[in-house]
């Protein structure tokens, strides 16, 4: 039995979150192997027809293919499910992969979404350019506003999409009240927590329904793999997620589910730690630059909500240097240790200028609506010493007269 205690929710819901954060889900072999073992098969064979037939019509449980089960990919998917506090979990090939299939598999032509302005760049293009495709409708609203919500329910709303924090600006969304206002309409809350990780926020206690992740970024965090996570109800998994993504094959290869099974085993030492060089290097950069936007500063208009929603601060953190594009260039081009990099996540400090590129595509308007300038940078700090990380942004702005 102690073999499977990671795979018995029993045992694994009285384990405390860095616990499960090492062992749930863990699913040894005969071998009992210590770490999870790497299970890079696509199919499965039977010792007998009626085996196969068993596992097809459903009668016996088993692996079948892997578009539909995987060993390894189970284990991560149960490790993140009991991290969020949440029924279920399906991995996913990426962040986006996980965004599209998690709305995608609810939505039909004639229905209406409600989603934040702040937004990643691609998530955007879901609600700017593929939904009018299939004659799904958007809203799109100032996110930290909690009326303008409110006032884009129509009858056929059935979800609402947004980050918090969300890239580049930071905005925070007050999820007791977008959520419940939500629930209140049958509406389906889909949740972006990329940024804080299940480790900091856990949106399903604020009244979330669906929780997506980019797991590329915190859950590796050591920029590897390219990986994506949707956490769920049991009844959300069998109605919609299931149906929509064994039959339309998004799912994360086995070895990547391995990687980002390692990485989630030091996510909150990793995290914890980058939170607090963030929060250092926020401090200095306050004085040198235009405009600070780090939720766990005092000086972000929402900090305090962000505060009662986040167990800290995070890694990223945007702000804003005087004269523009040019001097944004010029500050990335004066940095000695700290790559430009439009990652996130990443223990290494990286530094990048949304606006030629991770928000290039949204376009001048779009940039303008959703709040990101010419001299805006967003920042992920990593593990480095934050003496070095500091010393480095010193001699850079010291460089370009800032
Ligand atoms: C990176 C990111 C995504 C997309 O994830 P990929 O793994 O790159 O596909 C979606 N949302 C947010 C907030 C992100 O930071």
């Known amino acids: 039995m102690k073999r499977d205690s990671g795979r018995n929710r029993e045992i694994t819901k009285s384990w405390k979150p860095r616990t499960r954060a090492v062992r749930s889900g863990t ?49 991560l998917e149960e490790r993140i499910a009991m991290m969020e506090g ?175 099974l390692k990485g989630l085993e030091t996510l909150d030492l990793r995290i914890h730690r980058q939170s607090e060089n963030a929060l250092a290097v926020g401090k200095f950069l306050e004085a040198r630059v235009e405009r600070m936007l780090h939720p766990g500063l005092p000086s972000h208009p929402q900090h305090g909500l962000a505060m009662a929603q986040m167990d800290a601060c995070g890694p990223i953190f945007a702000f804003e240097v005087a004269g523009g594009r040019e001097q944004a260039h010029a500050l990335l081009n004066g940095l000695q240790l700290i790559d430009i990099s439009n990652n996130i996540g990443d223990s290494r400090s990286l530094l990048t200028h949304p606006a030629t590129t991770t928000h290039h595509g949204v376009g001048e308007v779009g940039r303008a609506e959703m709040g990101i300038s010419e001299g805006m940078l967003r920042f992920n700090v990593g593990l480095e010493d934050v003496e070095d990380i500091i010393a480095d942004l010193d001699q850079a702005l010291t460089r370009i007269g800032l």
């Open 27 to 75: 699913w040894r072999s005969a071998h009992g192997e210590t770490s999870e073992a790497l299970f890079l098969t696509s199919g499965y064979s039977y010792d007998d027809a009626g085996v196969a037939a068993a596992r097809f019509n459903g009668d016996a449980d088993g692996m079948t293919y892997s578009r539909l089960q995987n060993p390894t990919v189970e284990m």
């Open 86 to 260: 949440a029924e279920a979990c399906r991995a996913q090939a990426s962040g986006m992969a996980a965004m599209t299939t998690a709305l995608l598999c609810q939505l039909s032509q004639g229905d209406h979404v409600v989603a934040a302005r702040a937004a990643f760049g691609s998530c955007r293009w879901l609600t700017d350019n593929l939904f009018p495709r299939f004659g799904i409708e958007a809203t799109i609203v100032d996110s930290r506003d909690n009326a303008a919500w409110e006032a884009a329910i129509r009858p056929n709303t059935k979800v609402f999409f947004f980050e918090t924090p969300a890239n580049p600006t930071m905005d925070i969304v007050d999820m007791v009240h977008v959520c419940g206002l939500a629930r209140a309409h049958g509406i389906t809350s889909v949740v972006d927590n990329a940024f804080a990780t299940n480790v900091l926020q856990r949106p399903l206690e604020f009244g979330a329904d669906v929780v997506a992740y980019s797991a590329t970024k915190m859950m590796d965090g050591q920029g590897r793999v390219l990986a994506g996570a949707v956490c769920c109800s049991d009844d959300f998994l069998n109605e919609y997620l299931l149906p929509f993504q064994r039959n339309t094959g998004p799912n994360l290869s086995p070895f990547s589910a391995w990687v980002v």
